[in-house]
């Protein structure tokens, strides 16, 4: 039995690792520092929280996901799939519910690592991811509206068309200094890798307007006039809750959770492609837990695998845990030594950034690819959505998954319906022309669930009341639910009831077991039942010419 906890660095390090290699890790770990600073300040303030707060975050869930994680490069932190989540909890519960929420979280992402569920978050729907992923870009980007053209509005409203219907109501009002810092932001940072890819064009907007506006008293909101100062110093925090206000909050914590395992898993896998690795999902769903655990006790939000920085850590040399530990250590450097200066920061600096990263987000080619795909993969797509940006990203998530399902056993009914239509139409005598008359043959031609077991069994029925012995082939029956089992057993009851004889052949091993303890295998009796498909013609043949058709009760 394979360990389920079983961290990359102390691996590396039993296994040895060289100083040329250390030293390109720590030189990465500083790029992605710099690189994650605008983006942690971005995150918190997009959420409703303090600057400080998207600090903490990265200083302490990057150091623990890296420490304790299953991914060699992996570089943990706050993401913008989280603003809506955070943005969300801390409208309606505050910091405490934040905190809470967040911890019951890690709690949820540990107990899937130990229930060992790493893989099987990895299989969600392509069109469920890029839906919700999608509709946190377009919540992200109307959250900076605001700051992006300077409106004096004091209070946002949650609601994406209360929120829209406010803006247009105040655009007479435009900041053209703020508009005009926004998009010197965006262009900045978009066309800067076009000079150098090393220095990150948000990391030069924000030292570069940051020293300007000062200097020449441009009339914007700052950090420092909205929120205060940036403290340079950590203070643990116990949340105030009763007990019995717990269940409030599971349903934010579940959302974190699988949001949180869904991204810090999908980084996991691209940076795997970009280094030819291979990550623990176990071990790294619990070492995301354990940072969302202690996180939020030092003021922090949630934390996951962040693909672009993990990418940019990748290109810059970094091939194990200690570039993802070096990041942390830079940020923590920065926010004690330079802290002091980022309350400075324009927030319509931080709204352009956030608009680039709303835009990188958006996925526009795999929108649009699946809108020109299969209307099943456009329903899911679609609706989750639209549910991301006009409800809530828990309910878009729960209703996605829950759509997801029954639109996969929407197709494979229709799927098991084709098969049995196609053979109803066929000729079996044809196919088998030598066989005795009263022996018919029917073939299961997948999986026998309750999607598709009535269809299937109806058939069976059909087939065998016309036959004094019928075969059910069942090489292709790869695993068969409780409804498929039950209705099996009904149907083989009501043929042996009309005298038929029930063969079964091609029966796997696992099927064989989930018969064998339904008492199906004894109602068939064991000697009818044939690994062969031939062994069950020739029996089948032996049993017509002896007449000896004697149904098993």
């Given at each position: 039995?394979?360990?389920?906890?079983?961290?990359?660095?102390?691996?590396?390090?039993?296994?040895?690792?060289?100083?040329?290699?250390?030293?390109?890790?720590?030189?990465?770990?500083?790029?992605?520092?710099?690189?994650?600073?605008?983006?942690?300040?971005?995150?918190?303030?997009?959420?409703?929280?303090?600057?400080?707060?998207?600090?903490?975050?990265?200083?302490?869930?990057?150091?623990?996901?890296?420490?304790?994680?299953?991914?060699?490069?992996?570089?943990?932190?706050?993401?913008?799939?989280?603003?809506?989540?955070?943005?969300?909890?801390?409208?309606?519960?505050?910091?405490?519910?934040?905190?809470?929420?967040?911890?019951?979280?890690?709690?949820?992402?540990?107990?899937?690592?130990?229930?060992?569920?790493?893989?099987?978050?990895?299989?969600?729907?392509?069109?469920?991811?890029?839906?919700?992923?999608?509709?946190?870009?377009?919540?992200?980007?109307?959250?900076?509206?605001?700051?992006?053209?300077?409106?004096?509005?004091?209070?946002?409203?949650?609601?994406?068309?209360?929120?829209?219907?406010?803006?247009?109501?105040?655009?007479?009002?435009?900041?053209?200094?703020?508009?005009?810092?926004?998009?010197?932001?965006?262009?900045?940072t978009i066309y800067f890798r076009k000079i150098t890819k090393k220095i990150p064009g948000s990391f030069v907007a924000i030292l570069a307007i940051t020293a300007l506006v000062p200097i020449f008293d441009i009339p914007v909101t700052t950090i420092e006039s909205f929120f205060g100062g940036i403290p340079n110093s950590f203070s643990f925090t116990i949340p105030d809750f009763e007990i019995t206000n717990l269940h409030y909050y599971l349903a934010p914590a579940l959302t974190i959770a699988l949001l949180g395992g869904i991204e810090s898993l999908l980084s996991a896998v691209v940076s795997d492609g970009m280094i030819s690795g291979k990550h623990r999902s176990n071990t790294e769903l619990i070492a995301q837990g354990i940072a969302n655990i202690v996180t939020p006790l030092f003021g922090g939000i949630p934390a996951t695998g962040a693909i672009a920085r993990t990418a940019t850590n990748v290109k810059n040399g970094g091939r194990t845990p200690i570039a993802g530990i070096a990041h942390a250590i830079t940020l923590l450097?920065?926010?004690?030594?330079?802290?002091k200066w980022a309350k400075l920061i324009p927030m319509s600096c931080l709204a352009g950034i956030l608009i680039v990263v709303a835009y990188n987000m958006s996925e526009l080619r795999s929108f649009g690819s699946i809108l020109r795909g299969s209307f099943f993969d456009i329903i899911v797509l679609v609706t989750t959505f639209l549910l991301t940006i006009l409800v809530d990203l828990t309910i878009a998530i729960e209703i996605g998954v829950v759509l997801s399902a029954l639109l996969f056993m929407k197709r494979m009914s229709d799927l098991a319906e084709k098969r049995v239509n196609n053979i109803i139409d066929s000729d079996i005598i044809e196919d088998y022309s030598d066989l005795p008359a009263g022996i018919s043959i029917y073939e299961i031609s997948g999986p026998l669930f309750f999607a598709s077991a009535r269809t299937y069994t109806e058939v069976i029925k059909e087939v065998g009341f016309e036959s004094q012995i019928l075969i059910i082939r069942m090489r292709h029956v790869s695993f068969i639910d409780q409804t498929g089992l039950h209705n099996l057993k009904d149907t083989i009851r009501i043929l042996q009831d009309q005298g038929v004889l029930v063969i079964l052949s091609g029966v796997n091993r696992d099927v064989m077991k989930d018969i064998a303890k339904n008492n199906i295998a004894s109602m068939v009796n064991s000697s009818n039942i044939f690994d062969s498909f031939n062994s069950a013609i020739n029996y089948a043949k032996a049993r017509i010419d002896q007449d000896e058709i004697i149904p098993v009760a």
């Open positions: 039995m394979s360990i389920i906890f079983k961290p990359k660095l102390f691996s590396i390090l039993k296994a040895g690792i060289g100083r040329k290699q250390i030293s390109s890790d720590i030189l990465a770990g500083v790029v992605v520092g710099i690189v994650a600073l605008p983006l942690a300040i971005a995150f918190a303030v997009a959420s409703g929280v303090s600057p400080e707060k998207g600090l903490i975050t990265a200083i302490v869930a990057g150091f623990l996901i890296s420490l304790l994680g299953g991914s060699r490069v992996q570089i943990g932190g706050p993401t913008g799939a989280f603003v809506v989540i955070v943005y969300g909890i801390v409208e309606q519960y505050g910091i405490d519910g934040l905190i809470i929420s967040t911890i019951l979280a890690g709690i949820i992402l540990i107990l899937f690592g130990v229930l060992r569920l790493g893989a099987l978050l990895k299989y969600f729907p392509q069109p469920l991811i890029v839906g919700f992923t999608s509709g946190i870009a377009v919540v992200i980007f109307s959250t900076q509206i605001k700051d992006a053209f300077g409106l004096d509005i004091q209070k946002v409203p949650a609601d994406f068309i209360d929120k829209w219907r406010l803006y247009f109501e105040n655009f007479s009002h435009i900041n053209f200094y703020a508009l005009g810092i926004t998009l010197i932001t965006i262009l900045i450097l920065i926010m004690l030594f330079f802290g």
